[in-house]
Each structure stands twice: as C-alpha cells, then as structure tokens.
C-alpha cells in the first residue's frame, strides 16, 4: 500500500506494516551551491564535481552531484516518512547509483518497508528496515539503498511529543 507522509510527528514502531510504501510530499531541487558547499566541506577533490571543463570532458559532458550528497538528500527526504522518531540508524547496504545527478535536478525519495521486528535488547523499540529510492523529475531512479533504524512504540521512552506543554493563558482575542 502506498501511503503519503503522516504529517507532524513521524510513525511510531507500530505504525510500520511490511510492502507499505511512503513518498516524500516534497521534492528538493539540488543547487549547485549545494554540491559547491558538499564538496568543500567533505574535502572531496575529486575535480569531476568542481571544475566543469574538466567534468564537460567525460563521458556526462557536465559537473556532477557528489554522491554522498544525493545520498543525504535522500535520506532526509524519507525521515518525515520513515525515521523521524528513530532513535538511532543500525546500518546501510547495497547503496546503488545507476544514474547521474547534475546541478538543477530535482529529487524526491520513496521508501519501502521489507522487515519489522522487535527488538531483542529495547523492549520499547524495534528494528525497522526499508529501501529507499531517489528519483529525479525525469522518472530516472538516481539511488537506491537499504536503511535500518531503531523507532521506539507507541508510549514507549523517547516517543514523547517534543511540542512544549504551557499552562499560560491566551492573550490574543
């Protein structure tokens, strides 16, 4: 079943059924400011993202997106869909790249769920493991991987609502 984003909060262990599939609601378009500043601060000097007559040489005739980039991008689009009460991420595996990102594509993730299971050492959490995808406006899958992450139960420690309680009164009218 594929289902949207569940709005403010993220999904509690409980809330995961395995084949469910969540989208991002949003896409984010990937600037090349953005891939300027990645590659900066990772010190990354491969001159394929940097220097674009060296890049318009190769075989993708432009600049591209660091990899790991996208793969953050990525993630960050699934969190509100998948791993916003996550306690901890466990591991990664198989990440794939079977296409290029260039500066000015736009990205969206979509998420799938393969495994749920309790967890053998938090009697509040469980084990949550999904593949994720990126997809860029021209239909083409960017990135794929499988993530897994650690999310507390419905009412267990950690799962708390983060919005501050207030006993104050109203003062507009």
């Given at each position: ?12 262990f ?9 989208r991002?609601?949003?896409g ?6 953005d ?30 997106v ?5 793969l ?70 960017v ?15 950690g ?7 207030t ?7």
């Amino acid at each position: 079943m594929t289902r949207g984003s569940p709005g403010p909060g993220g999904r509690f262990f409980d809330d995961f059924r395995v084949g469910d599939t969540y989208r991002s609601a949003r896409g984010r378009t990937v600037l090349e400011a953005d891939n300027t500043w990645f590659t900066l601060l990772t010190m990354n000097t491969n001159q394929i993202h940097f220097n674009r007559p060296f890049a318009e040489e190769t075989e993708f005739g432009d600049c591209l997106v660091v990899s790991t980039l996208t793969l953050a991008i990525i993630v960050g689009l699934s969190v509100a869909d998948t791993s916003e009460y996550a306690l901890a991420n466990l591991g990664w595996k198989d990440i794939r790249l079977p296409a290029p990102v260039y500066a000015g594509d736009t990205l969206w993730a979509e998420s799938e769920v393969l495994n749920i299971r309790e967890s053998g050492s938090r009697p509040n959490c469980g084990i949550v493991e999904v593949r994720t995808r990126g997809i860029n406006q021209r239909s083409d899958v960017v990135i794929e991987f499988v993530r897994s992450f650690l999310v507390p139960k419905r009412g267990g420690s950690g799962a708390a609502s983060q919005f501050p309680e207030t006993s104050e009164e109203w003062r507009v009218k």
